[in-house]
């Protein structure tokens, strides 16, 4: 069986929904604090053998009634916040939360020798790119406490294979896009910072104009550049490195994008034409820490896992504006 931690969450259900149609085991484990306890009933309504187990990280007997009731053969590690901005404000939450509740969940396994496991890394651990697109090797000096977490989890992780012969492959992704194409799960943040939900969002709420952060970046059109990956695309890639741990017993890292650019621009232009409605836009100053261009290259994803890209940036944006489309019906219900 499986224990997926973080398995209420956006990028967490659909690896949940991906492995349960391989017929793998799973239990969710999650405190619901950015999750849903929505999505897990949807998922149990389409496989009722999913279990759910409502607990957290940071209390350390939650952890281990998971490893005493359930025969645990691999775990995929979803849960942690990842708002940057709050991770700036309040690091204390952040390194609490993640780097203290993955060694908790480490030590668990190590103490329940279940030693292999599969960790939701970021493309913040490189912070600003030296060059394009980022392969594997690139420096990592995360310029964030939210990039921070992630990359001392990382090294956490090396020391316990070291020591304690736990596996662990740490899948690095780019920016994740896309809902469920028959909406039944998708992206459902309460603080939303994600571009595409956003602009969506904002052809909803028309308070004000959708903000573009900066139009003089050195980029074509002056906007940043980013990789999108569509969140299906993105659970492949969990089924195939559980199937990798399996086989090859061993610890690795791959990134998670698709090696093209997309600008903030273009984006907002797509979306306004699968919206099919004008959504009027205000160049707004540039953030600080955003680099022009984020790009990844996933090459050794491909070549060593087998992982396809099989979504285009519009289909994940249509998909993505059903599944809002869906949450702004069920608000006014
Ligand atoms: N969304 C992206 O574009 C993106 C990009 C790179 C990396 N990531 C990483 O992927 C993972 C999933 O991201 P997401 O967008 O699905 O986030 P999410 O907030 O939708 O999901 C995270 C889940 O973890 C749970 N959780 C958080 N802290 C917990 C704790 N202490 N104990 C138990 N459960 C806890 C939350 O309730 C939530 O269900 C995160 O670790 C994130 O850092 C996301």
Redesign the pocket.
């Known amino acids: 069986m499986i224990l997926v931690?973080?398995?209420?969450?956006?990028?967490?259900s659909f690896a949940v929904l991906k492995l349960s149609m391989q017929n793998e085991k799973i239990v969710i484990?999650?405190?619901?604090?950015?999750?849903?306890i929505e999505t897990i009933n949807t998922l149990k309504k389409i496989n009722p053998d999913i279990c759910f187990v409502q607990?957290?990280?940071?209390n350390i007997s939650d952890i281990e009634n998971i490893f005493k009731k359930y025969e645990i053969s691999e775990v995929i590690?979803?849960?942690?916040?990842?708002i940057v901005e709050e991770s700036i404000k309040n690091p204390s939450k952040y390194y609490k939360?993640?780097v203290a509740?993955t060694v908790n969940l480490l030590n668990a396994m190590v103490k329940y020798n279940v030693l292999k496991i599969v960790f939701?890394?970021?493309?913040?651990v490189y912070g600003e790119p030296e060059y394009t697109p980022i392969d594997e090797n690139h420096p990592k000096k995360p310029v964030n406490p939210?990039g921070k977490t992630?990359l001392i989890i990382e090294n956490i992780m090396d020391d316990y294979d070291k020591a304690y012969n736990l596996k662990s492959i740490r899948l690095?992704?780019?920016?994740?896009i896309g809902a469920d194409n028959l909406s039944r799960i998708g992206?459902?943040?309460d603080t939303e910072t994600?571009l595409i939900p956003n602009i969506i969002k904002s052809a909803y709420i028309k308070t004000s104009p959708f903000k573009i952060f900066g139009d003089d970046y050195a980029t074509p059109d002056g906007t940043c550049i980013r990789d999108y990956i569509n969140v299906c695309d993105l659970a492949d890639a969990h089924y195939l490195a559980i199937k990798y741990l399996r086989k090859e017993n061993k610890t690795d890292v791959f990134n998670l994008g698709t090696g093209t650019g997309t600008s903030v621009k273009e984006i907002f232009n797509l979306t306004r034409g699968v919206l099919g409605k004008d959504i009027p836009f205000e160049i707004a100053p540039k953030r600080k820490g955003d680099p022009a261009i984020l790009c990844a290259s996933s090459k050794k994803a491909q070549e060593i896992l087998g992982w396809k890209i099989n979504h285009s940036i519009k289909e994940s944006i249509k998909t993505a504006y059903l599944w809002e489309d869906k949450l702004q019906k069920l608000k006014t219900i």
């Open positions: 931690t973080g398995g209420a969450g956006y990028i967490g484990f999650d405190n619901l604090s950015t999750g849903h607990g957290d990280l940071n590690h979803f849960a942690g916040l990842s939360n993640n509740g939701s890394s970021t493309a913040s939210y992630k690095r992704y780019f920016n994740v992206e459902w943040h994600h």
